[in-house]
């Protein structure tokens, strides 16, 4: 019992060392997975922890970027999934359904669950806070995964999300920004005002909205470059 079973409930694990069964195309694909960078940073990012505990914005333990195509990036990602080996378009986790993975991606094709990383931090919390969720989870995890079904195929119903529909500066400002505020500046700010001090509105608004903002759009900016690169088109 205990730390061994918690990941499990969530259909995931670390595993540094895991040696994938599936052989993928190294010459047409990018892989993404440990050790690759973009994965460590993912992994080891505190901020993921909203991310991934209360969104449930997961990132599945391999994703690969088709090298040959010549699309933009965000139409270039593809998850494998372990079970029946499809490689699926990474953009039916994208915008609507983008959120709310907590047990993982279920695949399309076979509809088991294609396993997702939990960063560091996310880990350590779980771990932390088993007591609390094992039962909650135990309860609504089959629950949640047919809702996860239903959703799933409303998504395949209709065209997969292109790279330039995407406004990644307003998602960047106000959903990702606008939420760092919300948790970072006026969560522990009304936190300490139920704790006996002043609101501090000029801190909040004046100093900490904007500075969220601007990161916001720095995020938002970083995201549109990244998802609009152009493959290199070889075919
Ligand atoms: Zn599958």
Known sequence: MGRRKTPALFGTQIRMMEINPMQYDKNRYKIWALPHPLILFWILNPVMIINELILGQRLPKVTLIDKESDAPFAERGYVPCPHCETLN??????????????????????????????????????AVTYPLWYFPVRFFRDRWIEKEKTRLAKVLERPLIQAVD???????????????WLVMGVIPEAWNVLNGEEWDLMMLFVFELPLWLVTGFGWGLWMHFTMNKKGKGRR
């Open 166 to 180: 995407v406004n990644w500066y307003l998602i960047g400002i106000f959903f990702w920004g606008g939420l760092m």
């Open 89 to 126: 378009d990474g953009r039916i986790w994208a915008k609507a359904n983008a959120l709310g993975h907590w047990f993982g991606f279920i695949c399309p094709n076979c509809h088991q669950i294609i396993p997702c990383l939990w960063s560091i931090s996310s880990y350590a919390v779980l």
